[in-house]
């Protein structure tokens, strides 16, 4: 299987800081990688697709870019409703999908 | 509007086989380009994909699990059901269905199914006990 490995796995940040966590995947995977949100008690939402494609109403200061084995996810400006625990996935279904072990980020 | 319910045991008992369904509306399985998968959650772990049923029929077990899985949908009723056997205490988990959007993808042998989750159930607990 692809394993995906998430850095930091903890992160203290402001309101308005700039953000950025790193997926990287053990073989290159190209460009299908995924990234979501989750909150305490609440399921995944999806933020972005295929590396860069932002998903439907997903607010613009989230992007994601990289190809290979190195990706990143940024949140430009940090809000309050950001805090939450990030995981990235690759998309490929054979032999298995694969989640990262996820990034919480946290109020400083 | 696209929602998705999970449903089951909170309980069961280790060696039992346990029974999901998820329940959803606002899309079809039989369409092109669609699949609905499984997800779970050990309590303040990752997230881990258990299995996939995709418009075709074709279905995706993760590897590890394989042996224990089964996922059926019925496209009349917009249900889609997964069974994992011998339960054990380390299945305690929240279990999430998820539709997935899919791009094919020409391969090497194939063609390649790449999905990812667009709309998510709230989920549902399931304590393994033994």
């Known amino acids: 299987d692809i394993q995906l490995t998430q850095s930091p796995s903890f992160l203290s940040a402001s309101v308005g800081d700039r953000v950025t966590i790193t997926c990287r995947a053990s073989?290159?995977?190209?460009?299908?990688l995924a990234w979501y949100q989750q909150k305490p008690g609440k399921a995944p939402e999806l933020l972005i697709y295929?590396?860069?494609t932002l998903q439907s109403g997903v607010p613009s200061r989230f992007s994601g870019s990289g190809s290979g084995t190195e990706f990143t996810l940024t949140i430009s400006g940090l809000q309050p409703e950001d805090f939450a625990t990030y995981y990235c996935?690759?998309?490929?279904?054979?032999?298995?999908?694969?989640f990262g072990g996820g990034t919480k980020v946290e109020i400083k | 509007q696209i929602t998705l319910k999970e449903s089951g045991p909170t309980l069961v008992k280790a060696t039992q086989t346990l029974t999901l369904t998820c329940t959803f509306s606002?899309?079809?399985?039989?369409?092109?380009?669609?699949?609905v998968g499984w997800i779970r959650q050990p309590p303040g772990k990752a997230l881990e994909w258990l299995a996939l049923?995709?418009?075709?029929?074709?279905?995706r077990y993760s590897p590890s699990l394989k042996s224990r899985l089964t996922i059926t949908k019925d496209t009349s009723k917009n249900q889609v059901v997964l069974t994992m056997t011998n339960m054990d205490p380390v299945d305690t988990a929240t279990y999430y269905c998820?539709?997935?959007?899919?791009?094919?993808?020409?391969?090497?042998?194939?063609?390649?199914?790449?999905?990812?989750?667009?709309?998510w159930g709230q989920g549902t607990l399931v304590i393994a006990s033994s």
């Open positions: 996935q690759q998309l490929n279904s054979y032999p298995a999908l694969t």
């Open positions: 073989q290159g995977i190209s460009n299908y």
């Open positions: 295929t590396a860069s």
């Open positions: 606002g899309f079809s399985v039989s369409t092109s380009g669609v699949g």
């Open positions: 049923v995709y418009w075709d029929d074709d279905k």
């Open positions: 998820a539709r997935s959007g899919v791009t094919i993808v020409q391969g090497v042998v194939g063609p390649e199914k790449y999905n990812w989750f667009d709309h």
